[in-house]
């Protein structure tokens, strides 16, 4: 897949900026938008992996469920500009999220695994803790908040398919 960057990672020149014009009107996913713009504007679009870059993470389990969760709506509202902004990637959290009951052991598995690699990673058994609370919060969050949205704007959404 193509990269897409983010606002709070991404720099361009001055023409591009006025070629495209501003971020939208949503209040998340604007970035996600912007980067569709400017890639079917015909801009290069490059990944720097040395770049050091600062962002703001949430500071509460609550607060990051209602990020990812937003990030869900705004999926799905992503589709309604463009069609391609939607992939079956993007739909994963949300069957994951309504097969849960179902694949719970599988997940648990899973979510450990995970646990146990961050810990040997980044050397900190801190992580045995942290990623068993927000691998499944991320997941579900969005998933929720995809669901959510998809049944909210259902009328809107002629030839979805997930």
């Not at 309504?98 to 900190?124: E, K, T």
């Amino acid at each position: 897949m193509k990269f897409y960057p983010r606002s709070f990672n991404m720099g361009l020149s001055a023409s591009l900026a006025k070629k495209i014009g501003g971020f939208s009107y949503l209040r998340h996913g604007q970035d996600i938008e912007y980067s569709n713009r400017i890639i079917k504007s015909g801009a290069k679009v490059i990944y720097i992996n040395d770049a050091i870059v600062y962002h703001k993470r949430r500071t509460s389990i609550k607060k990051f469920f209602m990020q990812v969760f937003n990030w869900g709506v705004a999926r799905i509202q992503l589709r309604k500009i463009d069609k391609d902004m939607l992939r079956l990637i993007h739909c994963l959290p949300a069957i994951v999220t309504l097969l849960s009951p179902i694949i719970w052991p599988i997940g648990l598995v899973i979510v450990l695994i995970s646990g146990i690699h961050a810990a040997v990673s980044y050397r900190s058994f801190a992580m045995l803790y942290y990623v068993p609370v927000v691998m499944p919060t991320q997941i579900i969050g969005y998933g929720l908040g995809f669901l959510y949205a998809l049944l909210f704007y259902k009328k809107k959404l002629v030839g979805f398919k997930c």
